[in-house]
């Protein structure tokens, strides 16, 4: 851009005069934002008003705002009916797992007589009821105990709760024998 190209930008952007143009390059050495901001200074162009933003915001807006954050947060946090059919079956899957990584034992008279997965014993009561419970029980009376394997935590409290079943069978069997 020539110097006479600058002195029409300037007085295009300025109002100023064709004089008062080339003086204002002149000064600045030719360059078109020096010397609007020369022009400025020296009072021939008007400065642009400045304005000012802020963050703050009415107490009505703010509430609105908090009001619509609380709804936005309870709307994503709703889950569909896909995403819980989802986590219906990843529980079903770990539920499925344990029962075939978990063993029921029997055992009689310190050797091991059935060795099986819970999953079969839940079968076996679910679908056989009438001749499995009615099994267990009598396999109590004949010296059988009960075990789970497999299972961290609970593994403790139901083999507890199967020896305590196993000696009380064992005492009310002794009893009888002595009457």
Known sequence: ????????????????????????????????????????????????EVTSY???????????????????TRDCNKKTFGQMMDQFF?????????????????????????????????LAIIFAFWITIPLLVVGLFCECRYHFAGIDNINVDLNSACDKVADTVETIKTDINKN
């Open 90 to 122: 990843s529980w079903c899957g770990r539920l499925l797992k344990k029962s075939v990584d978990s063993k029921f034992i029997i055992e009689r008279r310190g050797s091991t007589m059935v060795n099986v997965p819970v999953l079969v014993l839940i």
């Open 1 to 48: 851009m020539d110097n006479l190209e600058k002195v029409e930008k300037i007085r295009e952007k300025t109002g100023v005069s064709y004089e008062e143009a080339k003086a204002a390059l002149e000064a600045t050495n030719y360059d078109v934002l020096d010397a609007i901001i020369y022009l400025e200074k020296n009072g021939k162009v008007k400065a642009p």
């Open 54 to 72: 802020t963050t703050e915001q009415a107490q009505q807006t703010s509430t609105e705002f908090e009001q619509a954050q609380q709804e936005y």
